[in-house]
């Protein structure tokens, strides 16, 4: 009899270190699901991937649906999706800085070891990463919570989470599941908002500066932070966002082109955020965004 480890899926990479969320006992494959061998929970496919989920979260999963299906029509890859992307670079709110030299260096030189992505939307990633997102997007590998990550103790030499901790209830809970899934010795790549408007996908809850993001990985040695998205960026989207303020309207065709202005009139002003994150060690305090890389300790 076939079993969902026959069919092809990167999942299957790293299938001998998934786990149940509900316990964290290792799974056992089964026809069509994934079964506990601890406590008998099964765990369902949804288009080939494992929705590992406790049971509370299912349920907020399956009210979410028609909105994952939505979201992975609107970012499928293609010539539109590209066209889109080019002219939010260009007229967006927002720069997002190169990664720095030492979180590229330091992925480079561990791109053999498996690395996980928190939240990781519609990011494809490379051959020895897996996806876990909470939605169906494309590229996902496996349908989890932040919360409760289904993977064993020590499993990733990389994680990275990219605007995600702001949208998670409990957040000290995310950081200590990443904690737990990273190796001794792996790395963690957090970016997170400051001066940012609240933007709910499914919610947002929280912001931080670099002093409270390191208090919140304390458990990790703070490798490096920085600046993701620069001051100035902070200040087109914010004007925008105000400007959205005075159409007094949900219309949502109605708020883009209000903000269409500000975004037109101070159209290069983001770009001086290349110098500014570059050249001055300030830049952070009043960030549109953050980063940090933190280091599991231990060998």
């Not at 270190?17 to 496919?45: I, Y």
């Not at 590229?139 to 499993?155: M, Q």
Request: net charge negative.
């Amino acid at each position: 009899m076939s079993t969902v480890l026959d069919a092809p899926a990167r999942w299957r990479t790293f299938a001998d270190r998934l786990v149940c969320p509900e316990c964290r006992a290792p799974l056992s494959p089964g026809e069509d699901h994934l079964v506990c061998t601890a406590n008998d929970h099964k765990f369902p496919m949804l288009d080939g991937l494992p929705v590992l989920l406790t049971e509370a979260e299912r349920e907020v999963l399956l009210g979410d649906l028609d909105e994952a299906i939505l979201q992975r029509r609107e970012y499928k890859p293609g010539l539109g999706a590209r066209s889109i992307g080019a002219v939010k670079w260009a007229i967006g709110s927002t720069l997002h800085m190169p990664v720095s030299e030492t979180v590229q260096r330091l992925w480079r030189e561990h791109a053999d070891q498996p690395s996980l992505e928190v939240g990781s939307g519609t990011d494809a990633g490379g051959p020895n990463q897996v996806n876990l997102d909470i939605s169906a997007f494309s590229h996902v590998d496996v349908i989890g919570s932040a919360l409760n990550i289904p993977y064993a103790d020590n499993t990733f030499q990389l994680v990275r989470n990219i605007a995600v901790l702001e949208h998670v209830r409990d957040p000290n809970r995310m950081i200590a599941e990443m904690h737990r899934v990273c190796r001794p010795g792996g790395y963690v790549y957090t970016e997170v908002p400051f001066l940012q408007h609240f933007h709910a996908y499914p919610n947002d809850f929280q912001r931080y500066t670099t002093e409270g993001l390191k208090e919140a990985f304390r458990e990790f040695e703070a490798v490096e932070t920085g600046v993701c998205v620069g001051p100035s960026s902070a200040i087109t989207a914010l004007v925008a966002d105000w400007f959205e303020l005075l159409t007094f309207s949900n219309n949502r065709l109605i708020n883009d082109v209000a903000r269409m202005i500000p975004l037109i009139a101070l159209l290069p002003l983001k770009f001086l955020d290349h110098l500014i994150v570059k050249h001055n060690p300030r830049a952070h305090e009043v960030a549109s965004g953050i980063y940090l890389l933190s280091r599991k300790y231990g060998v």
